[in-house]
């Protein structure tokens, strides 16, 4: 299990992984460009935590994963569990337009996550050599062209060059926010979602507009549970509670401590973390991880292309599989070459990460508040959960959803 774990870190959580290089600093820089307050700082790292917590842990990790189809993940998968349902023919065409609908924003997803992922990183040579900035765009073209062009060699290869590549990743911004949150242990506090509560109990209307750029911390979520075919429930569950997750917060939690010493850095707050001397590195190993985190959606797309094709949704296409053990490891070329395509228009037309921020969102929110609503069903139908388990865990999932998917809206 361990070298499949390995091989998740380096597929299904380059995505989320990522997500650091700019969801915070959009809470403040995107296009709303709200002062960095102390209270404010607070309140976003703690809607941050618990944003990780309730969606990703709880929601994908721990139940929703455990609707799988024959081993395969995704929004096709809990559509594919509906079709076991004894209910009626109008019932059903609804759930599963619901259930293609998802899909849908899913590739969405699928083509601004690799745009705005590689731009990001990428942009980190505006902080350490600003005289190369007029070159992002080129370079960011030709990593997602040999990006797409690797895809043919299948998921395990992938995998397995990248999973160490990724490991040293979440390493390195763990330490990071470890180094920063020494300098500044008060930011710790924010654990407490009293101070989410409280940012939006004195200024509700930030705090709701701010949900817009906070949920791009869990931009991957549901590739995470696409993914679920390639390498299995339990490595990715091991994966995401070993190292992952805290990865992740001790990195959210240092760029809150960083603001609230010096508000100045919500320039960059991801790369003014690091000392001057290791910024370069950064950029490079920030970009090495930002073309793995397009894998986690481009895998994604693959699983969920051959699942809508065996519920008939859509016309059958070439599948190559790539393992020879692992029967959802797959490469399915006009898929791979229409997404590159997309993918590298939405670079050329957005040109910056924070305008694709912007337009970051409706995809995954509108895709997560699906997966709930067919969670609904299989959790009272075919689980049989007892309703005064299923009912308060569904409001909650149903009210962070709706508020991140109205908060979107707002772009």
Not at 40 to 65: D, E, H, N, P, Q
Not at 270 to 298: H, Y
Not at 385 to 394: F, G, S, Y
């Amino acid at each position: 299990m361990g070298r499949l774990a390995v091989g998740a870190i380096g597929v299904v959580f380059g995505d989320i992984g990522t997500s650091p290089l700019y969801a915070f600093q959009e809470v403040f820089a995107g296009p709303r460009n709200l002062d960095v307050q102390p209270d404010r700082a607070m309140g976003a790292v703690s809607m941050i935590f618990w944003t990780l917590t309730l969606v990703v842990s709880v929601k994908y990790v721990l139940i929703v994963m455990r609707a799988d189809n024959g081993g395969e993940g995704g929004i096709m998968a809990l559509t594919a569990y509906i079709h076991r349902l004894k209910i009626s023919a109008k019932s059903l065409a609804l759930l599963s337009a619901l259930g293609v609908f998802g899909a849908a924003l899913f590739y969405g997803d699928g083509m601004i996550t690799p745009a705005v992922s590689v731009l990001s990183a990428i942009e980190g040579i505006e902080v350490v050599a600003p005289s190369l900035s007029s070159y992002v765009e080129i370079v960011a073209v030709v990593i997602l062209l040999l990006l797409f062009a690797s895809q043919r060699y299948g998921t395990a290869r992938v995998g397995a060059a990248f999973g160490p590549v990724m490991i040293v990743w979440f390493a390195v911004i763990a330490a990071l926010g470890i180094a920063s949150i020494v300098q500044t242990p008060g930011v710790l506090k924010a654990i407490s979602p009293t101070y989410a509560v409280g940012l939006a109990i004195s200024e509700p209307l930030v705090a709701f507009v701010s949900l817009g750029s906070v949920v791009l911390c869990v931009t991957g979520a549901e590739a995470l549970y696409a993914d679920m075919g390639h390498f299995g429930v339990q490595p990715i569950r091991t994966a995401w509670f070993a190292l992952v997750f805290p990865s992740l917060a001790l990195n959210y939690f240092g760029q809150g401590a960083l603001l609230l010493d010096h508000p100045a850095a919500i320039a960059s707050p991801f790369f003014l973390m690091g000392p001057q001397w290791a910024r370069w590195p950064l950029v490079i190993l920030a970009t090495c991880a930002a073309i793995i985190a397009s894998q986690a959606v481009i895998s994604g797309a693959f699983s969920v292309t051959q699942q809508a094709m065996h519920l008939g949704f859509i016309p059958r296409l070439r599948i190559q599989h790539t393992s020879a053990s692992a029967a959802g490891q797959i490469y399915i070329p006009v898929v791979n070459w229409a997404l590159m395509i997309m993918v590298i228009l939405l670079v050329l037309f957005f040109k910056t990460s924070t305008n694709l921020a912007a337009a970051y969102g409706i995809a995954v929110t509108g895709a997560m508040f699906i997966d709930t609503c067919l969670l609904t069903v299989v959790l009272f139908v075919l689980w049989k959960w007892k309703p005064w388990i299923a009912i308060p865990v569904l409001a909650v999932f149903f009210l962070v959803d709706i508020a991140y998917f109205a908060a979107n809206l707002t772009k």
